[in-house]
């Protein structure tokens, strides 16, 4: 029993260190993408998040075992990376369209509820009312943010929330088959993966858009950060909290990354949310608490 619990506690350790980091990420992107376009932005983020991938790939001995894998688990590689391709683009959509990136990341709380419901649907996990409750909780915050006050519905909701929406979507897609095949392969290669074929279409992409390769040194400054702590450090974290702790658990800690989001705005940009999207973040954060709490109880 002590010894799980050791193990639970490294779970939490590792999910904190990838919410913190995630957090830089939201700031450090935006301050990229607020200075070049997104094919120079991807290019170098991800060129960065590969670069660093795969040296870590190759110090820990990890390269290894790419050699030793079946057919089937390339397929899921490519599988993930299509996924995780598909949610990074909305992801700085997202970033580059929603001014405060705290507002951001307070909608990206969405995220547990369709992990969640993934989770129900493809890995057997039980549904009950109170994670109902939660889910509801969550998505009202989530309108509550999201909301222009207007009755046209081309205009309900910010600019931006679509592109949050997608991504949550495909990156609670990507965690659930993650969290079941996590032992197929190691965090270290999982992430190598997906780095390297989104670095891939962004060097086309870059090529295609014929924009120059130069960028002001304080642009890659923030991008070279953000793809440490987001593409590097982060995602690496959270991946080897699933080993320890369920997604839904993890999902309790990331919840809190809009409080150190909007810290780090705060100091950086010195912008501030509205009262009413403070108050909707702060639903989405009870959402997923008892999402979580209501998990626990399954």
């Known amino acids: 029993m002590a010894e799980k619990q050791s193990e639970q506690w490294k779970g939490y350790v590792w999910a904190m260190a990838g919410t913190i980091a995630f957090s830089s ?24 998040a590969f670069l660093l991938n795969l040296l870590l790939a190759i110090f820990s001995g990890k390269i290894t075992e790419i050699m030793a894998f079946p057919r089937k688990v390339f397929g899921l590689l490519i599988l993930l990376a299509a996924i995780d391709l598909g949610s990074n683009i909305t992801f700085f959509l997202a970033i580059r369209t929603i001014p405060d990136p705290s507002v951001t990341s ?18 057997n996990e039980r549904f009950t009312l109170f ?41 609670a897609t990507f965690s659930v088959i993650v969290k079941k095949n996590v032992r197929m392969a190691s965090p270290v290669i999982f992430n190598l993966n997906s780095s390297g074929w989104i670095f891939l279409f962004f060097l086309g992409y870059f090529s295609w858009s014929g924009l120059p390769l130069a960028i002001p040194a304080n642009a890659f400054g923030n991008i070279a950060l953000g793809a440490f702590f987001g593409s590097f450090l982060g995602l690496l974290s959270l991946y080897y909290s699933y080993r320890y ?15 150190f989001v909007l810290i780090i705005a705060w100091f950086y940009f010195g912008n501030f949310p509205l009262p009413i999207q403070l108050i909707g973040g702060g639903i989405t954060i009870l959402g997923v608490i008892v999402l979580t709490l209501a998990q626990d109880k399954t």
């Open 25 to 48: 990420l939201y700031v450090f992107s935006k301050a990229g993408l607020n200075q070049v376009k997104l094919a120079q932005f991807g290019l170098y983020y991800f060129g960065i």
């Open 106 to 123: 307070f909608l990206g709380n969405l995220f547990p509820v369709f992990l969640i419901a993934l989770s129900i649907l493809f890995l």
């Open 131 to 171: 994670e109902a409750i939660g889910g509801i909780l969550a998505i009202t915050g989530a309108f509550i943010i999201s909301y222009t006050g207007e009755l046209d519905w081309q205009k309900l909701f910010i600019p931006g929330t679509g592109f949050v929406l997608i991504n949550t979507f495909l990156a």
């Open 245 to 259: 702790i369920a997604a839904s658990r993890s999902s309790i800690i990331q919840s809190l990354k809009g409080i």
